[in-house]
């Protein structure tokens, strides 16, 4: 049987486990620029015509998510299927046996004018069936309220809005709700005529996530919600007492817990841990916790909580504040679960992180992803020395024999430029494979080295210094011929170059675009596997251009290969 043959008879069980590698793998073309359209999609348009077992299993994956739109202006009704591939027709109706996530989309008179609905629900012939769906997402947007609906009409056209979800979805066991900027407006009628809502749809239902732009809203559908959410996404600031009773009682089942801080103090923060009674609350089941900070918030005074683990099951840290805390209670006991981490450091921290061994050797050995932001407030700044300690314990903790860290993101240039210098230093190996220190400048010999010390490195993005120092005034034949002979094979790993403009200085003519051509070709001589660089749109053009004439001054050059297998698709 011929590869072919053999590659269609493949089991729909095959099948399926195959598809989400394609969509891994579109990832990299659409970083590359190379198809407009991610690869997963690209390629299912031709699995669709394979046989029947291919177009069954294409079908499922493309057909597994569904959006619907519902407005009350003109009875407008909308839908499609999430991941279907753009500028193809969309399936029919009868894909919907497919759809395992369906995310509804709602105005408020949507909600209220239960009658509008139901005449958008019969002119699809009670075709809005998805018979899959357990967990229905329900995103309620603003809109302006019909006052002329009478207050006593609401409830009734809350339960019939309800009971069309409820056939719509007819095996729906969870619900997730988001309230979209609305909230920011205070309404007590909406507020009341939500509650009916969810008293509607509560039936034999659960609400398992629920998201909130401003805290007074809860206080109507909080007997709703207790005991049964598992995600909660709400702000953090001076109404914060509204949302702890909430937050306390579903401790046991939280799983997710996100608050946009906003003038947060050690009061507040100190509740979070405290309830009314004062004894400390833990966090058994909490997998991913949030911090983030809105534009205006104050420096913290730093409490410090016994030493209790808080989240023993937490894999996912994301601090967009400055650390709230004077000891390490984030990071206690959970070494063993944490996967991805992002930090807003300031110096505080780090001395933090030194003095309690945050990122010692065996500790954080499933830790997969770093992201150490940068510094947004003047009150928080951090020292060169502080970032040199930083990076250092970065470093430590991606060549620890027992790392997994495969990806580190640095915001701040003088930290990626610390990290670089620390790993090469290193003569230890790691597992990293992404390095994106965007805002940092690299010479070719930085490169070089990096790629030395980094030998599974997929994925770098960085600007581009040159070819460096001492290497300048080298013809580039010559030193290709170099680099070939000294360092091939540098890397068979790295594959992808993001190469960054710093847009707060202007292009030199076009001297920036001749080292990113010349840094570009000399990796591709020493590395096998590397294809083509990333550079941003408004350059490529340049940057082809560049490429193409050097072809054209000499076709006979040996480089010339490695020319054409640079010039980006425009």
Request: net charge neutral; proline share 4%; glycine share 2%.
């Amino acid at each position: 049987m011929s590869v072919a043959a053999s590659f269609q008879n493949l089991p729909e069980k095959v099948i399926l486990s195959i598809i989400p590698h394609l969509q891994t793998v579109g990832k990299a073309r659409v970083y590359a620029n190379r198809n407009g359209t991610p690869l997963s999609r690209y390629v299912a348009i031709e699995l669709l015509h394979i046989n029947r077992t291919w177009r069954s299993a294409v079908m499922q994956v493309l057909c597994s998510e569904y959006r619907l739109h519902i407005f009350s202006r003109n009875s407008g009704i909308s839908g499609e299927f999430s991941l279907w591939p753009t500028g193809l027709l969309q399936p029919d109706q009868q894909q919907f046996k497919h759809v395992s996530k369906l995310v509804i989309v709602i105005d408020h008179n949507c909600i209220f004018n239960g009658m509008a609905v139901h005449s958008i629900y019969r002119a699809w012939n009670n075709c809005l069936i998805f018979s899959n769906v357990t967990n229905l997402n329900l995103v309620i947007e603003y809109n302006h309220i019909d006052h002329n609906l009478l207050m006593h009409d609401y409830n009734s056209h809350a339960h019939v809005f309800a009971k069309h979800l409820r056939s719509m979805v007819p095996q729906m066991q969870t619900v997730d709700v988001k309230y979209s900027a609305y909230t920011q407006v205070k309404d007590m009628t909406t507020e009341q005529s939500l509650n009916k809502l969810l008293t509607s749809v509560m039936h034999n239902t659960v609400y398992s996530s629920l998201t909130i732009c401003n805290n007074d809203f809860l206080s109507n559908y909080y007997p709703h919600v207790k005991h049964t959410l598992s995600r909660i996404d709400c702000c953090w600031d001076e109404g914060y007492a509204k949302m702890l009773p909430l937050i306390h009682e579903t401790a046991e089942t939280l799983q997710e817990l996100k608050l946009a801080c906003h003038g947060i103090s050690r009061e507040m923060l100190n509740k979070l841990f405290l309830n009314s009674t004062g004894n400390y609350i833990i966090y058994h089941q909490l997998e991913k916790l949030v911090f983030e900070a809105t534009a205006n918030w104050e420096k913290l005074h730093r409490p410090t909580l016994p030493q209790y683990v808080f989240f023993p099951k937490l894999c996912y840290l994301y601090l967009g504040i400055v650390y709230p805390f004077n000891d390490d209670i984030l990071f206690r006991g959970n070494s063993a679960t944490l996967e991805y981490l992002c930090i807003t450091p300031d110096l505080d921290m780090v001395n933090m992180l030194n003095k309690y061994r945050v990122f010692a050797e065996q500790k954080h050995t499933r830790l997969r992803h770093i992201i150490v932001n940068n510094q947004f407030n003047s009150e928080h700044l951090i020292t060169e020395d502080a970032l040199m300690q930083l990076a250092n314990a970065i470093a430590r903790v991606t060549y620890n024999a027992s790392s997994a860290v495969e990806s580190i993101t640095m915001h701040n240039s003088s930290a990626g430029e610390k990290l670089v210098a620390a790993m090469i230093q290193s003569m230890h190996m790691t597992f990293l494979k992404q390095l994106h220190i965007e805002s940092s400048r690299l010479s070719l010999t930085d490169i070089v080295n990096l790629l030395q010390a980094l030998p599974r490195l997929v994925e770098l993005h960085c600007m581009c210094d040159g070819i460096g120092e001492e290497s300048a005034g080298v013809p580039v034949k010559q030193l290709a011929d170099y680099m070939y002979h000294n360092y091939y094979p540098l890397s068979t790993s790295f594959k992808y170059w993001k190469i960054v403009h710093d847009y707060k200085t202007p292009l030199s003519g076009d001297k920036s675009i001749g080292d990113m051509v010349i840094c570009s070709l000399l990796v591709s001589v020493v590395c096998p596997n590397f294809k083509y660089p990333h550079i941003s749109e408004i350059f490529r053009l340049r940057f082809n251009n560049t490429i193409k004439q050097a072809i054209a001054y000499n076709p006979a050059d040996k480089l010339v290969k490695n020319m054409k297998a640079l010039i980006i698709s425009e």
